[in-house]
DNA sequence: CTCTTTTTGTAGCAATCGATACAAAAATAC
DNA sequence: GTATTTTTGTATCGATTGCTACAAAAAGAG
């Protein structure tokens, strides 16, 4: 009667029974490309099934509903690309240097580097909450929000490393990084080649002192 | 056995047959407010002709298909509400006051003032193209390469004209001020206030002369 | 009035939507 | 071996999708 734990994963202990024939994680990752590119509503179990390369039956024991997916899919893309936008910032000494960063490898992993994967960030590009669903929604809203969190918490660090001078509107700044980082997921999907980002990033950080 | 031409709309010479019961215009005025909203794909028929106030045969009698009818959603659009964030931009005498008057006027207008509107703009939130009907997504994505065009082309007038330097890189200047652009509709939907996304603006223009 | 034209609401089309019932299949437990 | 457990593929479920056939209704043309 008891059916497996899709949160356990390929963890969890199965003694008994039929093996699962698909790879997990595999059918995980071609899942959220396809959430990636097509969105929620546009992405229907038949695409999903035929990406996965298994049966409708599979799909719902594995991962419970095509909503659980969405969230699965998610927190995949989180952990598996999360890395090439703030790596960088977080390892950098000081808040320019941070700031830096962040656009530069924006730049470069909404453009597809290093894997070719698709175009633009799925967070930022979901708009799962105004198609109705939304538990969804609040969920890619709040993965959005830490951006704005990361970079206000770095450059409040910098006022009081004196990096920055005391008057700087952090609130402001913070917004204004995020901004370019949101609009970069637009012109990226558009097909802007990555080199035209980068001299955006590189236009933004030009003004640091100001 | 010929059908009214859904293009010459009202102003058809309809001299025979019933005539229409509803408002064309404001049904078609809905149906716009609706895939702003929702986008196309999570859009249904159903929902459309709730909002719209008629039934099915009539939705298609009048605009011919789902696509068409966002296709002339899409006209609507920038027909209505293009100049909330372009009417300052053209008629400024300076190029620095035509970007200033793009970016705060976006920030008003992303943010549903003067009327109360979605939030963030329908051409750049779309992802119609995504999700898989080609045709519609040329539209928005050419009207969304409207907004580099004309930033362009008013500050290649303002090299010409000595109010910006002549070895300022215009294509990357226009590609940062649409890339900020864009990134305020992202964070408009997200229900950034508007007076943060003036002080985006304001960062954006504070370096004009780097 | 009758004839023609167009729109209307009802009712329903085939196709697809997300999701499952079911039994054969494939593993372990005993 | 038999019993138990879980996954598999097939074949669907009811609901919804975009769309339309049909006839009554409402107008002008004659």
Not at 187 to 209: I, K, S
Request: glycine share 8%; with cysteine; hydrophobic share 45%.
């Amino acid at each position: 009667m008891q059916k497996s734990d899709p949160t356990l994963g390929d963890r969890a202990a199965r003694t008994r029974g039929r093996p699962r024939a698909f790879d997990r994680a595999l059918a995980l990752a071609r899942a959220t490309r396809l959430f990636w590119v097509k969105g929620y509503e546009a992405t229907s179990i038949a695409d999903l099934t035929q990406a996965m390369g298994i049966g409708a039956p599979s799909l719902y024991a594995a991962f419970g509903s095509k909503e659980a997916l969405y969230a699965e899919a998610l927190r995949h893309y989180e952990a598996t690309y999360e890395q090439l936008v703030w790596a960088g910032f977080h390892s950098a000494p000081t808040a320019r240097e941070a700031v830096s960063a962040f656009l530069l490898d924006s730049a470069s992993a909404l453009t597809g580097a290093p894997d070719d994967h698709p175009l633009g960030c799925m967070v930022t590009l979901s708009a799962v909450g105004s198609e109705g669903h939304a538990e969804l929604g609040e969920l890619v809203r709040s993965a959005r929000a830490v951006t704005l969190q990361r970079l206000q918490a770095r450059l409040s660090a910098a006022v009081a490393a004196g990096e920055l001078r005391a008057g700087t509107d952090i609130h402001a700044r913070a917004r204004f990084y995020q901004c370019i980082q949101a609009g970069m997921s637009i012109l990226a999907r558009d097909g802007t080649p990555r080199a035209e980002l980068e001299a955006v990033a590189r236009q933004a950080l030009a003004q640091w002192n100001v």
